[in-house]
């Protein structure tokens, strides 16, 4: 058997639970409501077709029940959507030409030491990143085809989602972002409904979604403690960056952290083996983050006796 089934059908499985639980809250709020005078298999039917609709099951950003439901209805009223269709397939095509120059790139270096790995870091991760866009696009490219194409906004990468992920100064921001849908449905799920420590819970929530392999556990845990460094230091950092020549520095400095602590997670959430994790804990590239971690300790310490 292909090794890529494995992966393929734990994708599926992700999708469907998302799409599970979404339906689930959809009926507990009272955004579906169930209409008992029906018959079970009518009642039924509609709630099957959406949860195993099969492009949905490959990929794409989370539908709900009621924009699934509009969309079946009215696909005969609409037209084709072969240009979105098309416009997508374009910027999957630069997407893979960039990737292949990137990898081509990275395949010609040797190994690297000290803090020389940080830049070689950095640049597989923006490897796997570009392979992130590109199959968000390939699955949004799907479900136009399909006629299930996702609103304005609501997909998981747009131009401007794309200007944000690579030029945001903000970890936080960067969150919010990355693959919109998915963390939309965390913040309903979890983070909403999490009365102590909710953004922790909901990273580890998303640890455990995925699979939870040593790299994922790691680095969805460092993820949570990064993005709440990034809500404190920045708020620490901006009040005291008044004029503009300070600022240009805060932000150029900060957006070359978020970079570099990016590729840090990236690069451990894809590690498959413990033995290849310890070896990323042990490099350099684990210099910022617990530079990062300790100003979080000091700014929660220097906090307390204003608090008390």
Same mark, same amino acid.
């Given at each position: ?10 994708? !599926? ?10 339906? $689930? ?10 209409? +008992? ?18 492009? $949905? +099951?490959?990929? /794409? ?22 240009? $979105? ?20 790139? +990275? ?17 597989? $991760? ?44 903000? +970890? ?28 922790? !819970? ?16 790691? /680095? ?14 920045? !708020? ?54 617990? !530079? ?17």
């Amino acid at each position: 058997p292909s090794p890529s089934r494995p992966a393929i059908a734990l994708s !599926a499985v992700m999708l469907l639970t998302q799409k599970a639980t979404s339906l $689930a809250l959809d009926i507990h709020e009272g955004l579906v409501p169930l209409q +008992l005078g029906q018959g079970l298999l009518r009642r039924a039917l509609p709630l099957c077709s959406y949860l195993l609709f099969f492009p $949905a +099951l490959l990929g /794409g950003p989370l539908c709900s029940f009621s924009r699934f439901r509009a969309q079946a209805e009215s696909l005969g009223a609409l037209p084709w959507p072969l240009r $979105a269709a098309g416009q997508r397939c374009l910027c999957a095509l630069v997407l893979q030409g960039l990737r292949a120059g990137l990898a081509g790139g +990275l395949a010609g270096r040797q190994g690297c030491a000290g803090l020389g790995c940080l830049p070689h870091v950095w640049a597989r $991760a923006l490897l796997l990143r570009l392979a992130y866009y590109l199959h968000w696009v390939l699955d949004e490219a799907l479900l136009e085809v399909a006629g299930f194409g996702p609103e304005a906004g609501q997909g998981d990468l747009s131009i401007r989602d794309l200007w944000t992920l690579e030029t945001t100064h903000r +970890l936080a921001v960067f969150t919010r972002t990355w693959n919109k849908s998915t963390s939309r449905w965390l913040r309903r799920l979890v983070f909403q409904r999490c009365p102590a420590q909710p953004l922790l !819970a909901t990273f580890a929530f998303s640890a455990w979604w995925h699979g939870l392999r040593p790299g994922q556990v790691f /680095g969805f845990l460092c993820w949570a403690v990064m993005v709440e460094a990034d809500y404190r230091i920045n !708020a620490f950092l901006s009040a005291r960056a008044t004029s503009q020549g300070m600022k240009l520095l805060y932000r150029g400095t900060t957006w070359v952290f978020t970079q570099l602590i990016v590729a840090y997670i990236l690069v451990a959430v894809e590690t498959e083996s413990f033995s290849t994790l310890c070896l990323l804990w042990t490099s350099c590239n684990s210099i910022l983050p617990l !530079a990062y971690g300790f100003a979080l300790l000091l700014l929660l310490f220097a906090k307390k006796p204003k608090q008390n």
